[in-house]
């Protein structure tokens, strides 16, 4: 899959987060020779689709208003790729593959939109804020938690390295 990867492609994680490759973040891949333990194909069905900023327009049918000629229509069990009503394939497909093919043909690629989730944004910036007092000393951890409490709830935030070597907000859940 590595091969196939370009700057802005949407990929799925180990972890069931998405990524978008940056050169950066390409670079540190390709010299790890590590694509099929870092990389999973984002497959596109109706909920992902709109992380490629298309929305659905009528029944089963997604456009993008960059690409107006552009349909997915989801079938039963295949997506279709239409161009000005015309199918141009018939297959299950990759996020970044549908990516790679507009570019192709239309000398850009959807561009990633972020799902917003207004409670992650604000448990992320509390976190961050505090996040000083709570990296582990152990310099080989590549994940950790902690306990944040907002507003009478409590949270369990966690933390994940990047390609890089920083801390990055990664997920949150509600304490019971």
């Not at 790679?100 to 992320?124: C, F, H, I, M, T």
């Not at 920083?166 to 304490?175: A, D, G, I, P, R």
Request: charged share 25%; aromatic share 10%; hydrophobic share 45%.
């Amino acid at each position: 899959m590595l091969e196939e990867l370009r700057i802005g492609n949407v990929v799925g994680l180990p972890d069931e987060t998405t990524l978008v490759v940056s050169r950066e973040v390409l670079i540190k891949a390709l010299s790890r020779a590590a694509d099929d333990e870092i990389f999973r194909p984002l497959s596109l069905n109706q909920s992902t689709v709109s992380l490629l900023g298309f929305f659905e327009e009528e029944d089963a049918v997604f456009k993008n208003k960059d690409f107006p000629e552009v349909a997915l229509v989801f079938l039963a069990d295949v997506l279709e790729l239409r161009i000005l009503n015309n199918v141009l394939l018939r297959e299950n497909m990759a996020a970044h593959r549908l990516q790679n093919l507009l570019l192709d043909l239309y000398g850009k690629q959807p561009e990633y939109v972020s799902p917003r989730d207004e409670l992650a944004e604000s448990l992320r910036a509390a976190a961050d804020s505090v996040l000083h007092n709570y990296i582990p000393a152990d310099k080989s951890l590549q994940q950790f938690n902690f306990t944040l409490n907002i507003e009478g709830h409590s949270y369990k935030v966690s933390y994940k390295k990047d390609f890089e070597g920083y801390w990055l907000f990664s997920s949150y859940v509600l304490l019971v």
